[in-house]
């Protein structure tokens, strides 16, 4: 189903409206000052009958530099341009202001009408024409067609509407009706015994009556009560569609022009987005840092400063990566469009892409935001979800926040998240919650130093609790979560009862244990017994004092206690175990060990594992 939106952009009495009638028979001038003053103040809007019997929407802007407000708030919606420009007066400030405003809302295609036609002579028409053809170069319209008309009396309008019909034919780009509905509020009005009603373009997914909606950023709660399009009641509505949408229980004052109206938990609210500006190549203004702006996004208009992040300025032409801090709260979508003017005067100097609906605050001239950036802009969906979970992760956000977040259709979302996970690049703790094992390699190497510390300060004890870790390693109100993470660090963290503690007979230490075992012992000075296994020293019964010096007591003499001692390696650092094979219930380690002395029954139970209870070779 093709739904499309065309819309009007030009110059203040360049005949947008008389233009609209003559296609339509509609008068989209509603208001008395509109009648009286003979402008567009408010938008308008209209429909054209298309030949497969469907109806295009059409919006008419007003063209008046002081209304350029309520011309951007129709013009986000717009699928196809009629960029108007009057015969007799060529291109004009408010002409040269809307085209830089189609092109930054990323509209892609168009038709350039001349109006009043009737009003020049061929020859004029002719130098107007070719006017308009150098002023379009660089941009969208670049190779548009040109058609001359003229309202009042029909000449080229027909000319013009199949034109139109042709452009909508081969339009190849569907509105996405698998997302998530929203609505950008560009009208509010009460309706006698209906209540209150909204009107907007659809700007993806379907709406149906009955369906609950969030306004946002008020976040208040409501339900699609009736819907119309083309002042038709439907059941349905679906993107590209003009809609106006009856909301129960709400009063006009519950809303605002630029409100969302969206599916529940579909978006989230910001104070702050980070954004790919591109500057308007005729700016004649410098933007620098910290320069307070109007943001124009919807049917939004509200106030912010720029950070830019790698340079003091930008100017005329060109592009760069920077924050926008907020004002007041706004609702946004990675991907959104968006148009940037000058706090005062207020005019037109760029805009862009929305990269990060909901990001963390930047320092400046830091290398690594601005690549992080730049895969947002240009990585594949992989990427992005990679870099998102890399970011998230450590506030364990739901998947639902993520997708959102991204802006990637859920269903290629859940895909890519599932890869991940196979690949072994995430890691998966519950049913909606999923970490980047980076993370999870950062919380085991948090946990074997928490561990290692409890250790030496507990030496006699087997381990701290549960609760004690869970909580001094991470700060999550969800236990599974937790544990979860627990079990996947279990080569080096493990449970004994309600306590938990650090693993010590990691694979290297074991083998040592094994070819411990199996040594050949020969002949030390002194005629001590000793062997080299793996490069670490095992003395025997008449030991050095330097082996031994843990168990030298107080009257100076040193005990005989052990048939071997081991230096275990060094991924047990500093760990000097000695192993009391003529008593194997008993054996000790060094002081100065980061282990807790029921670490050295483990070594004790490896070895008599290893040599079925036999403790001397």
Not at 145 to 174: C, H, N, W
Not at 272 to 293: G, P, Q, S, Y
Not at 318 to 329: D, F, G, H, I, V
Not at 347 to 373: C, Y
């Amino acid at each position: 189903m093709k739904n499309i939106i065309i819309g009007t952009a030009g110059h203040v009495d360049h005949g947008k409206t008389a233009l609209i009638k003559a296609l339509t028979g509609i008068e989209t001038d509603r208001i008395k000052e509109e009648k009286k003053r003979g402008i567009t103040i408010e938008l308008g809007f209209a429909y054209l009958d298309l030949p497969d019997g469907e109806k295009a929407g059409i919006i008419d802007v007003p063209g008046h530099e002081k209304f350029v407000k309520n011309m951007l708030a129709g013009a986000g919606g717009i699928d196809l341009a009629l960029l108007v420009v009057a015969a007799d007066e060529g291109f004009m400030p408010q002409t040269r202001e809307h085209l830089g405003i189609l092109s930054l809302l990323n509209i892609s295609e168009g038709i350039i009408v001349l109006t009043k036609k009737d009003m020049v002579d061929e020859d004029w028409l002719e130098i107007v024409c070719d006017e308009v053809r150098q002023e379009v170069q660089g941009t969208f319209l670049e190779n548009a067609q040109i058609i001359p008309v003229s309202s009042y009396t029909g000449e080229g309008i027909e000319q013009l509407r199949q034109a139109i019909f042709t452009m909508i034919d081969q339009k190849t780009q569907i509105k996405n009706l698998d997302v998530p509905f929203r609505i950008p509020v560009d009208r509010i009005f009460s309706v006698e015994g209906f209540g209150t009603v909204i009107t907007g373009t659809l700007i993806e997914g379907t709406m149906k009556v009955g369906d609950p909606v969030t306004v946002y950023p008020s976040r208040i709660e409501s339900r699609i009560r009736n819907l119309q399009v083309h002042s038709q009641d439907v059941q349905e509505a679906y993107a590209g569609q003009r809609v106006a949408v009856n909301l129960a229980g709400l009063k006009k004052t519950d809303l605002n022009k630029g409100d969302v109206i969206a599916v529940p938990d579909s978006m989230h609210t910001t104070m702050m987005i980070d954004i790919h500006l591109t500057v308007l190549k005729d700016c004649d203004r410098e933007i620098r840092n910290a320069t307070r702006l109007h943001l124009y996004h919807g049917a939004r208009d509200i106030l912010c400063k720029i950070v830019l992040l790698d340079r003091d300025s930008v100017g005329a032409g060109e592009s760069c990566y920077a924050p926008l801090r907020l004002e007041e709260e706004i609702a946004v979508k990675t991907g959104d469009r968006f148009v940037l003017r000058f706090y005062s005067p207020v005019e037109t100097i760029g805009g862009g892409v929305i990269l990060d609906s909901n990001p963390f605050k930047h320092k400046r001239n830091d290398a690594a935001v601005l690549e992080s950036l730049k895969l947002k802009e240009g990585g594949s969906d992989r990427e992005k979800i990679s870099a998102a979970l890399r970011d998230y992760s450590a506030r364990f956000e739901t998947l639902d926040f993520l997708q959102i977040q991204t802006g990637i259709p859920k269903e290629q979302f859940e895909q890519q998240i599932n890869k991940l996970i196979k690949d072994k690049v995430a890691f998966r703790v519950s049913d909606n919650v999923v970490i980047h094992t980076d993370y999870l390699n950062r919380l085991k190497d948090s946990a074997v130093k928490l561990l290692e510390s409890y250790h030496k300060e507990n030496p006699l004890r087997e381990g701290m609790k549960k609760d004690e870790f869970r909580n001094k390693l991470i700060k999550y109100e969800d236990i599974s979560v937790v544990d979860k993470i627990t079990d996947a660090n279990g080569n080096v963290i493990e449970e004994i009862g309600a306590n938990v503690r650090r693993q010590v007979i990691s694979e290297s230490t074991s083998n040592v244990i094994r070819q411990i075992m199996e040594y050949e012992v020969g002949a030390g000075t002194g005629g001590g017994k000793y062997a080299y296994v793996s490069g670490y020293r095992i003395g025997g019964k008449s030991g050095t004092s330097e082996q031994l010096n843990m168990d030298r007591r107080a009257d100076g003499d040193y005990k005989k206690v052990a048939s071997f001692a081991a230096v275990l390696p060094a991924d047990d650092p500093e760990i000097i175990v000695y192993v009391m094979l003529d008593d194997p219930n008993n054996a000790r380690t060094d002081y100065s060990s980061l282990l807790a002395a029921p670490v050295v029954g483990n070594i004790i139970s490896e070895i008599a594992h290893l040599r079925s209870g036999a403790w001397i070779p």
